[in-house]
């Protein structure tokens, strides 16, 4: 079977001025369709940097992440990577994010409107994910109306609600007590087992990293 | 080119997310930011505009009054004192008249030279001017169309033929004249010559009417006869010292002088020869208002950079979601520029109508202001039992015009839009433009850390 996502030989370093720090050194991995990847390892290991290369946030020095088809190089335009970010990836981030001006409902259907999908189209599977993570009572709500954990589901459903090919998530219960992440971890098993959703997360939450069917080590720079 | 369904749903998403922007947390149409942007733009626009309204009403009236009562076109023989006396006159006024067809209003012949007046004991220096006045009855002289207006016999468009004189309102408030009244002019005779000089000729008018032009040097210093009557005064029989063309179109000054100087072989000036200095001055008033103009648009233009830069300071991090989300850099710059863009021209625009509207009812408006702290001056006057001087916001006797004169300038109103388009587009734009350069990973980082 064809991985959904296949790295290889990815390297990436940043510069300050002089001082040239390798961040990841050559990682090799696949990811099937459906699987349920965390990505765990010490601070300053190149988790983050992995994934917003993973999700073409950031370019890599060389090396290939392929998506679903569509690859990702050095040489890749500002056009590719739009499209890529729209079409392909779901982030969610140790922070929601969400923007304050819009309701919960509104930032759940921007993925699907900047798709060019119609605003009722949009705006009827924004509220099935909204009602499948719990927050169905909290459409119209603002998100400073809402609480931490209850953005961070919102966060979560919009990074789903375009049913893209792989959801990354940096570090998403960072910044929730333990209830709130015990019902996030609870959603995100859910919702990955019913839609068959391939997710890499990455994390220092033992809790999360135990719901994930593979768990990867990143140390150094290279996968351990 | 057309958008394709998806292109146009991602466009109606830009606007509506620059308008949820623009509205901000408000309650109201616009966020306070936007509302500023928008009135600094407006307040200016529509305060230029009145600016100008009135600054160009002033010019245009003051080159009326010129225009209307100066000849446009002069010809003489003599280039330096432009005294010479013209012999056979009305065969080169045929010449002209024929030779300018349409463009011409009148060709005349004129006298005009400076005298001495006298007042019974008061004496001062006047010009002289003989008009060749048409007559219809044999009895009376009927003025022109152009001669300015007569205020004394108000709305009288004839005076006796003879000694009479029309003369400026201002000269007869100085002196203290009324119609009837007698004065004298003193006026060289004939033309100078080395061996006798110049003898004096002395002669009693009496006052037919006054005329108002709305320019103090000629109400005050200008003294109107008929031209029979000059030629008698000065004794210059059957000869003027010029002729003199006037326009229907003023401003075809330079191309009619150039059609004259096919026919006349002598001396040509124009009026704007002799005021050189005053349209010059005018030239110069008009390039400063343009400049401040511009100065003026510009400032206001400022505000729309810093609400947009506010604006984009403010959703730093959507902008990064946004990216995230596989927005482009023209939806950013969309979604930033569209704001700044509109409060600009909309406040242009609407600055430029509410500057029209103003200017057209400026004097009713100085006029209620008026009232109002008058009523209210009166009022404190009463109960502190202090004296009051009504104040006066346009002064109904100050000389130069009894009204407050308003000229729109149709054409600067236009330029007016489009260089306020242009600049919203560059004060919306470079802000959006900066937004939409953001790399999300940048703006991620710093709200992670």
């Given at each position: ?224 | ?219 005050s210093k200008v003294v109107v006869l008929s031209l029979k009557t000059t030629q008698e005064l000065y004794a210059l029989p059957d000869a003027v010292q010029q002729i003199v063309v006037r326009l229907k179109d003023p401003d075809q000054l330079a191309q009619v002088k150039r059609k004259v100087a096919k026919i006349w072989p002598a001396t040509i000036r124009t009026i704007e020869d002799e005021q050189r200095n005053f349209f010059a001055a005018l030239r110069l008033e008009k390039t400063i208002m343009m400049v ?158």
């Open positions: 079977m064809q991985p959904l996502l296949a790295v290889r030989e990815l390297h990436k370093s940043y510069h300050d001025g002089e001082i040239r720090a390798e961040v990841l050194k050559g990682i090799s991995f696949t990811v099937n369709a459906g699987e349920f990847v965390a990505i765990q390892g010490p601070s300053g290991a190149g988790k983050s940097t992995l994934l917003n290369l993973l999700g073409a946030l950031d370019k890599p020095d060389s090396g290939t992440i392929e998506v679903d088809g569509r690859t990702i190089t050095s040489a890749i335009t500002e056009q590719e990577i739009d499209l890529f970010r729209r079409d392909k990836v779901g982030f969610v981030f140790q922070n929601h994010y969400l923007l304050q001006e819009f309701t919960v409902l509104e930032n759940v259907m921007l993925p699907l409107r900047v798709q060019g999908i119609p605003k009722e189209q949009a705006m009827a599977a924004a509220a099935e994910i909204l009602n499948r993570v719990g927050l169905g009572h909290r459409l119209q709500h603002l998100p400073s109306q809402i609480s931490g954990g209850e953005s961070q589901r919102a966060a979560f459903a919009r990074a789903v609600v375009k049913k893209p090919a792989l959801i990354l998530a940096d570090e998403p219960t960072g910044n929730l007590d333990s209830e709130n992440r015990a019902k996030f971890i609870e959603v995100l098993s859910a919702l990955q087992e019913q839609d068959q959703l391939t997710v890499i997360v990455v994390t220092h939450e033992q809790e999360l990293a135990q719901a994930a069917s593979r768990r990867l080590h990143l140390r150094d720079g290279q996968l351990g | 080119m057309r958008l394709s369904k998806e292109s146009l749903e991602r466009l109606k998403l830009s606007l509506a997310i620059s308008y949820r922007y623009a509205r901000g947390k408000s309650r109201y149409f616009l966020s306070l930011n936007a509302f500023l942007a928008f009135f600094g733009v407006f307040i200016g626009t529509s305060l230029l505009v009145v600016v100008m309204s009135v600054f160009g009403g002033f010019q245009t009236q003051l080159k009326k009054s010129i225009f209307q009562f100066d000849p446009h076109i002069m010809l003489t023989i003599d280039r330096i004192t432009g005294s010479e006396k013209i012999t056979g006159w009305p065969k080169w006024k045929e010449l002209i008249r024929a030779g300018l067809g349409d463009d011409c209003e009148a060709v005349e012949g004129s006298i005009q030279s400076p005298a001495i007046l006298r007042r019974r004991k008061y004496l001062d220096h006047v010009f002289v001017r003989g008009i060749d006045f048409p007559t219809s009855d044999g009895k009376n002289y009927t003025l022109p169309d152009y001669f300015p207006e007569i205020v004394e016999p108000a709305g009288s468009r004839t005076i006796p033929q003879g000694d009479f004189a029309i003369v400026g309102r201002e000269m007869a408030l100085s002196l203290g004249l009324s119609i009837g009244d007698s004065i004298e002019l003193i006026v060289p005779r004939g033309q100078f010559s080395l061996t006798t000089g110049v003898t004096p000729s002395i002669r009693s008018f009496k006052i037919a009417a006054f005329f108002k032009t709305g320019h103090y040097n000629y109400d401040i103009v511009f100065l003026f648009i510009i400032a206001a233009m400022v505000g729309i950079v810093i609400a947009t830069f506010n604006m984009v300071r403010a959703h730093r991090r959507d902008i990064g979601i946004l990216k995230a989300l596989g927005f482009t850099r023209q939806h950013i710059l969309l979604i930033f520029a569209v704001t700044g863009f509109a409060m600009g021209v909309l406040g242009s625009v609407l600055g430029i109508f509410a500057g029209v509207g103003l200017a057209n009812n400026l004097e009713n408006v100085l006029h209620a202001i008026e009232s109002t702290i008058n009523f209210f001056g009166r009022l404190y006057a009463e109960h502190g039992q202090a004296y009051w001087a009504d104040v006066r916001l346009i002064p109904r006797d100050v000389y130069y015009f009894d009204h407050l004169p308003i000229d729109i300038d149709w054409r600067l109103l236009r330029v007016l839009g489009i260089v306020s388009v242009i600049l919203s587009i560059l004060a919306a734009g470079i802000p959006a433009r900066k937004a939409s350069r953001f790399e999300p990973i940048d703006i991620i980082r710093k709200a992670e850390f």
